[in-house]
Every structure is written in C-alpha cells, then in structure tokens.
Nanobody, 121 residues
Framework: QVQLVESGGGLVQAGGSLRLSCASS????????MGWYRQPPGKQRMLVAS???????NYADSVKGRFTISRDNAKNTVTLQMNSLKPEDTAVYYC???????????????WGQGTQVTVSS
C-alpha cells in the first residue's frame, strides 16, 4: 500500500500562484508515475499533470505554460507549481500515484484526500 498526503491549496486571486505538495509513504518502490488530477464542481476528475520516475512530464493543454510538476524520488514527493491561475482552475486537486501491472500484481492507483484550490476573479 501507498499513502499520499497533500498540502497547499487555498484561496487566491486570478493571476496569483499556489504550490501543491504531496508526500508518499509505504511501498514507494512500487510506484512509477505520479501526478495531479482535479475535479471541478459537478464535473469529472481529470488529469492536470503527471511525471514518471525518470522525470518525463505530461500536461493537460489547459495548464501548459502555467503549471510545472516536479518530483523528488529521494524524498518521495511530487509538487505542482501553479502560476497565472484562472477562475477556471478552481477545483479539488488530488495527488495520484500508480503501481504498474506486473506478472505478479495488477495495476493500482492510489489517491490523496484532495485539497481545495479556489481562484477568485
């Protein structure tokens, strides 16, 4: 099992910045990709950004150029730096880590408890 604990988030004005952090504990050696998802009110959860253990990143088109994901494998943390925030970035943000499928175990997704980000206009 892997446990994820998020920190950061809060209320910010449009154009401002926030930084989300996520610390993982447990069977970290099983984890490959880590990332952040968000779920706006009344909508589905969607990928914001992800990063592999090797450092390759992937971003949703809506956040490219504004958000930066980084990862510290030694500390088992992943961070999302969010700049130039817009009201449409308002959502609950969830940290995610996944264990890839192997011949011995199935794929597994682990989730943090979520942290609210609210951007006022």
């Amino acid at each position: 099992q892997v446990q994820l604990v998020e920190s950061g988030g809060g209320l910010v004005q449009a154009g401002g910045s926030l930084r989300l952090s996520c610390a993982s504990s447990g069977r970290n050696f099983e984890i490959n990709d880590m990332g952040w998802y968000r779920q706006p009110p009344g909508k589905q959860r969607m990928l914001v950004a992800s990063i592999t253990r090797a450092g390759s990143t992937n971003y949703a088109d809506s956040v490219k150029g504004r958000f930066t994901i980084s990862r510290d494998n030694a500390k088992n943390t992943v961070t999302l730096q969010m700049n130039s925030l817009k009201p449409e970035d308002t959502a609950v943000y969830y940290c995610n880590a996944n264990r890839p499928r192997t011949p011995w175990v199935p794929r597994a997704d682990y989730w943090g408890q979520g942290t609210q980000v609210t951007v006022s206009s």
